[in-house]
C-alpha cells in the first residue's frame, strides 16, 4: 500500500519552484531546524526534499526582505491590527489585491513586493497590532500547522500561485524603509540611572533588548556581559542573580548579529530565554497558551471508529461528536486489548474522559456500547463504579479485558481526595499500576489465608468516564497531576450541547456488528493457553510512519526538558506520557482502519501526533487555570474564570462581586492579591454618582 503525498512536501516544492526560499522549522511552531534558520533558505529542489524526508511534519518557513524579495504585513486583531490596518489605509490610500494568508490564530500576513533599500523588521511601530517582516525576518507559509492545532491557509483566491504579490505602494515605502546607514539609539543616556530604574517584572526583556542591540552591532559574548553587569546593578530594581545576567548574555551571543533581531521581533524571546517576552517576573512559570479545545477534524478516525460515530450522532437525543468519539474509540479499545500491539509492545489500554455540561448526551455512547457488547457476548466484560481498588483488580482477575464506563468521575476523585482511609486511595494505585502492566503481569494483592495472590497476566483496562467540566478540574489536587494520574487520561471537550433531535429504535448496523464479532472471536497466541496468556498480534509500521514518531518524541523530550528547567512537576509528569500516547492512539487507527490486515501508516501518526500534541497543550492549560492549590487560589481562579469569561474580559465592581457570591471584605482581599501579583488590573472610571471601579484581566496573567 503506498504512502499518502505529503502535503507539506508538495507545498515547499512548489513554493521553491515558484523562486520563493524555503526551510523547514519545528512542526507546530516556528523555530528553524537547520543550522543558520532563515539564512538557509533555499530553492533547491534535492534540499528541500531531504529536509522534509528528514522531517515530513516540519512547517514550512520562507525568508522575507532581499532573500525572497517580499515584504509581509502581519495583522494581529487580537492587538488591534484589523482595526490599525483600516485606519493607516484612510489616511494614505488602499493596499492593492495581493496574496494574503490566514495565519492559525486567525491573524493575516499580507504579501507585498520589496521595494528595495532597507525595510527593517518591526512591531507596532506602522500602526498598534500590524508588524512588519522585513530584512532579515520571515513568516510561515500554508499549509503549516499553527502551535494550537490549526492549518495555516491561503485566503481565496489570494494565493500566491493565484494572485501575485502586489507591488509596494509608495505612501507604504516611505512609512517602512529606512536608512540602513542610521545608527540606532544608545540604550542608555548621561548619567540618569537613578532616574530610569528597571522594576521586578521588567528586568529579563529588558536586558535581552539591550543584548540584542548590543549584539546587532557584532558586540561579543564578554563585551555584551560587562554591559549588562553594569545595567543590572545600577538600574534593576532589585538586581537580577549574576547566573541569569550570564543566561541572557550567552543566549543572545549564540546568534549571528544579523539573527538577533529575528530572533526578538518573531516572538522567539521564550525559546531563546526560557521566559515570557514582554513581562516576565522571576519565580513565575512560563505563560501556558490556550490551544483550544480539540479541532473537529481531528475527531474522526477511518473504519470502525468513525462509522460507530456515525451511528451514535444519528440516534442520540442529543448529538455531541466528542462524546461519540469518546465512545466509539473506548469500544475500539477493549475489543483489541490482548489482541494487538505495535513493535515497541505499546497496547490499546486507554483512559479516556468525555467533559459535557449535564442533559448534554454523555449517556447515549455508554449505551450504544453497552448494547453492542451484550451482541456479542461480552457482557461479563464491562464495569461501571469503582468501588475500590481491590474490586477492580477482582474484576481483572476473572476477565483480564475490561471497559469500565462511569459518569460522574468527578466524585470518585472527590472521594479519593477526602477520603480518611485506604479504600478509596487504593483505587488511585490500582489505576495507575494496570496502566503501565499492560503489557506485563499484574501483582494482585496478598489475601489472608491464601498462599500466592496471583497476577493478572497483560490486564487491558479500558476506562470511559463521564463529567461535568468544572466538576472535574474542581475534583483534580496536586497529587493527581503529578503522581501520572492526569497524564494517563486522554480528556476531551465537548462544549455547547447540539441541536436536540428525535430520537428513534434502530438495529445495530451490520458492519459494526460484524466487526465487533470479529474481535471477540479473534484469538491470537497459541494452543490453549491463548484465552490466559495471548500473545497479540504485531502491527507493523512504515518507515515515515516510524520518523514521525521518532519526531514526536523528541518534541515531547524539548517540553519535558523545559518544564524540568523551570522546575514544573506537572508539565514533566505530562509530557512525559506523551510519546506512548501518541503510538497507543496510532495502533488504535490502524486497527480501526483495516481489522484483517492493519498497518501503521503515515495518515496514522500524523493524526495520533497532532491529536496528541494538542490535547497535552490543552490538558496544561487547564490545569494551570482551574486547579487550586489551596481554597485561597481557587477563589482566586475562580475570579479571573469570571472575568475571562466576560464581554472584553472585564467587569465592573458590582457585577463581579454579585457574581462571586463571596463576601465584602474576602472580596477585596482577593483583588488586592490579584492586583499585586499582576494577574487583574482595576481602573477608575467617572459614573453619573460616586467614581466606580472596572476589573479586567490582563493578557496571560491567568496563564502562569
Known sequence: MSESPNPLLEAAL???????????????????????GFRDATTDEATVRKWWRDNPRANIGMPTGTASGLIVLDIDPRHGGDTGLDALQSRHEKLPDTAESITGD???HIFIRHPGGCVPCSQGELTPGVDVKGDGGYVVLPPSIHPNGNEYTWAEPLAIPDVPPAACPSWLVELVCKDATAAPQSPTSGDADDANPIPD??????????????????MSRAEILAALQVTNQSRCRPPLPDAEVERIAASVARYAPDAVSVALAEDHYEQIFGARRDEKREGDMPALADPGPLPDELLRMPGFVGELMDHCLETAPYPSPVMAFCGALALQAFLAGRRVRDPADNRTNVYLLGLAH????????????????HEI????????????????????????????????????????????????????????????????????????????????????????????????????????????????MIILEAGKRGTGQEPSIRDLPPRILETAHWWADFRPGNGNLEQWHPVPAVVEQTKQALDVLVETRVEAETEYDRA????????????????????????LHA?????????????????????VLHQTRRMLYMASSHVADNPFHAECLKLMQKLRDAPGQELSHQVLLKRMKINAKDFRDLIETLVQRGDVAATQVPTSGRTGVIYRLIAGGEER
Open 14 to 36: 512548489a513554493y521553491a519552484r515558484m523562486g520563493l526560499p524555503v526551510f523547514p522549522c519545528a512542526p507546530g511552531r516556528k523555530a528553524p531546524l537547520t543550522d543558520n
Open 106 to 108: 486567525g491573524g493575516r
Open 201 to 218: 517584572g521588567q528586568r529579563n526583556s529588558t536586558l535581552a533588548r539591550l543584548a540584542g542591540g548590543m549584539r546587532r552591532h557584532g
Open 358 to 373: 449535564s442533559a448534554a448526551g454523555k449517556d447515549w455512547p455508554r449505551k450504544v456500547n453497552t448494547r453492542i457488547v
Open 377 to 488: 457476548g461480552m457482557a461479563g466484560w464491562l464495569g461501571e463504579r469503582f468501588a475500590s481498588g481491590e474490586g477492580v483488580q477482582d474484576a481483572l482477575f476473572a476477565s483480564p479485558c475490561m471497559l469500565f464506563q462511569t459518569d460522574e468521575i468527578d466524585g470518585i476523585l472527590q472521594s479519593i481526595n477526602k477520603a480518611k482511609d485506604a479504600r478509596h486511595e487504593s483505587i488511585m494505585s490500582t489505576l495507575l499500576t494496570l496502566y503501565s502492566a499492560s503489557n506485563s503481569v499484574f501483582p494482585m494483592r496478598r489475601k489472608a489465608g491464601k498462599e500466592s495472590p496471583g497476577v493478572i497476566d497483560q490486564p487491558n483496562l479500558v476506562i470511559l468516564g463521564t463529567a461535568i467540566p468544572n466538576h472535574y478540574y474542581q475534583a483534580l489536587s496536586e497529587r493527581m497531576l503529578t503522581n501520572g494520574f492526569f497524564a494517563r
Open 564 to 587: 524540568e528547567a523551570n522546575g514544573d512537576p506537572v508539565g514533566t509528569t505530562v509530557w512525559g506520557r506523551v510519546s506512548e500516547q501518541a503510538r497507543k492512539l496510532a495502533l
Open 591 to 611: 486497527v480501526s482502519e483495516n481489522h484483517t490486515k492493519p498497518r501503521i501508516g503515515l495518515a496514522a501518526v500524523q493524526w495520533a501526533s497532532r491529536f
